[in-house]
């Protein structure tokens, strides 16, 4: 299991930013993939998730309205829409999934910082 983060950076308060995760080593389409973001001094935390097919998404409640979490099953990545981005949404942002058993698994991360 591989998956790459990609499309971080550095970003203005109310910009807006896209991320990718590219995912390869297994059956990308059968699996329920997440983001979640990790900020300096706090622990890593969930952001959003998305079902096998696409049809069901879930926001924690910090992002909700403004970000949106999507999948592209032909070519192996989900993303990550990020709008009106605030300060607080700093974080190294990861890919991760568990395949539906107990395992976790992770990217390397894509860092965003939102800072005038």
């Known amino acids: 299991v591989q998956l790459v983060e990609s499309g971080g950076g550095a970003v203005q308060p109310g910009g807006s930013l896209r991320l990718s995760c590219a995912a390869s080593?297994?059956?990308?389409?059968?699996?329920?993939m997440r983001w979640y973001r990790q900020a300096p001094g706090k622990e890593r935390e969930w952001v959003a998730l998305i079902r096998s097919a696409g049809s069901i998404t879930k926001y924690a409640d910090s992002v909700k309205g403004r970000f949106t979490i999507s999948r592209d099953n032909a070519r192996n990545t989900v993303y990550l829409q990020m709008n009106s981005l605030k300060p607080e949404d700093t974080a190294v942002y990861y890919c991760n999934t568990d395949l539906s058993g107990p395992r976790q698994y992770w990217g390397q991360g894509t860092q965003v910082t939102v800072s005038s």
């Open positions: 080593g297994f059956t990308f389409s059968s699996y329920e």
